[in-house]
T-cell receptor, first 112, second 115 residues
């Protein structure tokens, strides 16, 4: 099983659509979970941390299920500017907080 | 918004040459990292650095790689004898602390091309 697995997409959606991304991770010792976005040939940018209780930031909602080792990201009311690759990121484990394991990413394309 | 600054943005080097990639982390951050991304592949951890020493490194970070914080602001990655497979985007990152409550901020990267 890959350390962090994501559907590569691409997801092609119209503006205003709701889109959901899923991610699974293999290491039950992982403690920190994030969604980053990456534009083509740019650096990853933190979108949001993911907490066990679930958390929301504007149009973005993240969920974590530790038992299933599953993370999700929901984007509501998609904008053209949301077009990017979304990276699911977890830390390697206890004592390895700075060692982040990245998924390959899910590409989102929002069309007018 | 504070930024992690990396120079140069693009470096072309001959195989076997030494390269030094430079980074200026965010000023109040205490933890520093290097990651790399080979074109079309995922971002990979290389090394983390705290309190003037390496705290963790990956299998990629072999004897050809070294890091240094020569002064209070710069953080460098040196590759002693570059190989073709070292061609990648190298990202520096920093964080004020570690864990989900703290964002890891990435620089805009140095694209290293080994010819």
């Amino acid at each position: 099983r890959k350390e962090v697995e994501q559907d590569p997409g691409p997801f092609n959606v119209p503006e205003g659509a709701t889109v959901a991304f899923n991610c699974t991770y293999s290491n039950s010792a992982s403690q920190s979970f994030f969604w980053y976005r990456q534009d083509c040939r740019k650096e990853p940018k933190l979108l949001m941390s993911v907490y066990s209780s679930g958390n929301e930031d504007g149009r973005f909602t993240a969920q974590l299920n530790r038992a299933s080792q599953y993370i999700s990201l929901l984007i509501r009311d998609s904008k053209l500017s949301d077009s990017a690759t979304y990276l699911c990121v977890v830390n390697k484990g206890r004592g390895s907080q700075g060692n982040l394991i990245f998924g390959k990413g899910t590409k989102l394309s929002v069309k007018p | 918004e504070p930024e992690v600054t990396q120079t140069p943005s693009h470096q072309v080097t001959q195989m076997g040459q030494e390269v030094i990639l430079r980074c200026v982390p965010i000023s109040n951050h205490l933890y520093f990292y290097w990651y790399r991304q080979i074109l079309g592949q995922k971002v990979e951890f290389l090394v983390s650095f705290y309190n003037n020493e390496i705290s963790e490194k990956s299998e990629i970070f072999d004897d050809q790689f070294s890091v240094e914080r020569p002064d209070g602001s710069n953080f460098t990655l040196k590759i002693r004898s570059t190989k073709l497979e070292d061609s990648a985007m190298y990202f520096c990152a920093s964080s004020v602390s570690v864990g989900a409550n703290y964002g890891y901020t990435f620089g805009s990267g140095t694209r290293l091309t080994v010819v």
